[in-house]
């Protein structure tokens, strides 16, 4: 399957700030899922998107599938330490998943 | 309602050795994926069970095999261990569903090769 890379691998923000990560793809998706890994934990899903162009929010989450579907985002309004983790973004390819590279967010209180 | 739960949590063998990780999927689950996941990385797709067949194949050697039973709960095993399998290794479950892909992850198995 083809890699999914993530930007930026790393981001330290100040609480209150806000916080996005970008995930892109050379070739057209079927669908973006994304994950969130505690430090210690296991990955735990938060969303999916299937639509071209589709926008989903959770409270402070924003996800966002681009026209081409080719690339996402997830963007974190006034980030919280509960935040702290590192997020992925996973594409299905006949039946599995292929998890992009990950950004590990940090939130300083 | 247990989520899918992994046995054990954190397992230390020897080069050259042989592990079998186990896991128990979701209720309702009758799929199960396995992820290896080395450390700051993504989880990195090995196999997946259905229906006690293995489906779908990762770039993985053939060291690494697995099984499902007719509970659906699976088994990774690993030979001939080297220091580069280790790492959290990663069961996942969903349903067989058409465009159902969110899956469940346990909480882990970390091995280390020492």
């Known amino acids: 399957g083809q890699q999914v890379m993530q930007i930026p691998q790393y981001q330290h923000v100040q609480e209150g700030e806000d916080f996005t990560t970008y995930c892109n793809s050379s070739t057209t998706l079927s669908n973006i899922q994304w994950y969130k890994q505690r430090p210690g934990g296991h990955p735990v899903f938060l969303i999916q998107?299937?639509?071209?162009?589709e926008v989903k929010k959770q409270k402070r989450l924003t996800f966002q599938f681009g026209e081409a579907k080719k690339n996402s985002s997830l963007h974190i309004t006034a980030t919280q330490t509960t935040d702290v983790g590192t997020y992925f973004c996973a594409h299905e390819d006949t039946d599995k998943l292929i998890f992009g590279t990950g950004t590990r967010l940090q939130v300083f209180p | 309602d247990a989520g899918v739960t992994q046995s054990p949590t954190h397992l230390i063998k020897t080069r050259g050795q042989q592990v079998t990780l186990r896991c128990s999927p979701k209720s309702g689950h009758d799929t199960v994926s396995w992820y290896q996941q080395a450390l700051g990385q993504g989880p990195q797709f090995i196999f997946q069970y259905y229906e006690e067949e293995e489906r779908q194949r990762g770039n993985f050697p053939d060291r690494f095999s697995g099984h499902q039973f007719p509970n659906y709960s699976s088994e990774l095993n690993v030979n001939a261990l080297l220091l580069g399998d280790s790492a959290l290794y990663l069961c996942?479950?969903?349903?067989?569903?058409?465009?159902?892909?969110?899956?469940?992850f346990g909480q882990g198995t970390r091995l280390t090769v020492v």
């Open positions: 996942a479950s969903n349903t067989n569903y058409v465009g159902n892909t969110e899956a469940f």
């Open positions: 998107l299937v639509k071209s162009g």
